[in-house]
T-cell receptor, first 112, second 117 residues
Framework: AQSVSQHNHHVILSEAASLELGCNYS??????LFWYVQYPGQHLQLLLK??????LVKGIKGFEAEFIKSKFSFNLRKPSVQWSDTAEYFC??????????FGDGTTLTVKP | EAEVAQSPRYKITEKSQAVAFWCDPI?????LYWYRQILGQGPELLVQ????????DSQLPKDRFSAERLKGVDSTLKIQPAELGDSAMYLC???????????????FGQGTRLTVV
């Protein structure tokens, strides 16, 4: 069975700092990769997704992620975080027919 | 903006009692998902519907959990009897097609926070 590992449980940054959240998965076949975000008091929403093609994908609010197949990784990045990026971030792997596995999430706190 | 509606938002129940959660997906979304999210963990898929048919319930504890989507629109998830370990957030999500496939993404509701005492 596939698994998803998010290495950082809690990240604390100051505004304008750069962000990189790690996501590694274990599955040998074709995968589709997602990052979801949950802002305080809100529901999970899609940040970005990768299906095929350019391994560098751009999402909303200046986020991007790079798929490195050889490393089974899909790390999330943002060059300069804002206080409003404070949220919980989930990496998810989808294999066939909607079968999904989510990581345990990373809580990001951005200090003003 | 269309949303996935869930009720109730919060539910406290005693162990061994029955409890039910309701979900109304975004109109036109054929696929509906129920997830369970334990504090500190990511969502875990319990059951997936395509229209009114269950396509995946491999992680659903069928001795106490049941789910239905009779007319292929809204859905109910039931637990009977509830156990202390069932305390969690129960999330409903929907997508136009099969989530995770090209062109389709899952939209999540606010969830129901269940506390079993």
């Amino acid at each position: 069975a596939q698994s998803v590992s998010q290495h950082n449980h809690h990240v604390i940054l100051s505004e304008a700092a750069s962000l990189e959240l790690g996501c590694n998965y274990s599955y040998g076949g074709t995968v589709n990769l997602f990052w979801y975000v949950q802002y305080p008091g809100q529901h999970l929403q899609l940040l970005l997704k990768y299906f095929s093609g350019d391994p560098l994908v751009k999402g909303i609010k200046g986020f991007e992620a790079e798929f490195i197949k050889s490393k089974f990784s899909f790390n999330l990045r943002k060059p300069s975080v804002q206080w409003s990026d404070t949220a919980e971030y989930f990496c998810a792997v989808y294999i066939n027919a909607g079968k999904s596995t989510f990581g345990d999430g990373t809580t990001l706190t951005v200090k003003p | 903006e269309a949303e996935v509606a869930q009720s109730p938002r919060y539910k406290i129940t005693e162990k061994s009692q029955a409890v039910a959660f309701w979900c109304d997906p975004i109109s036109g979304h054929a696929t509906l998902y129920w997830y369970r999210q334990i504090l500190g963990q990511g969502p875990e898929l319990l059951v997936q519907f395509q229209d009114e048919s269950v396509v995946d319930d491999s992680q659903l504890p069928k001795d106490r959990f049941s789910a239905e989507r009779l007319k292929g629109v809204d859905s109910t998830l039931k637990i009977q009897p509830a156990e202390l370990g069932d305390s969690a957030m129960y999330l409903c999500a929907s997508s136009v097609g099969v989530s995770g496939t090209f062109g389709s993404e899952a939209f999540f509701g606010q969830g129901t926070r269940l506390t079993v005492v």
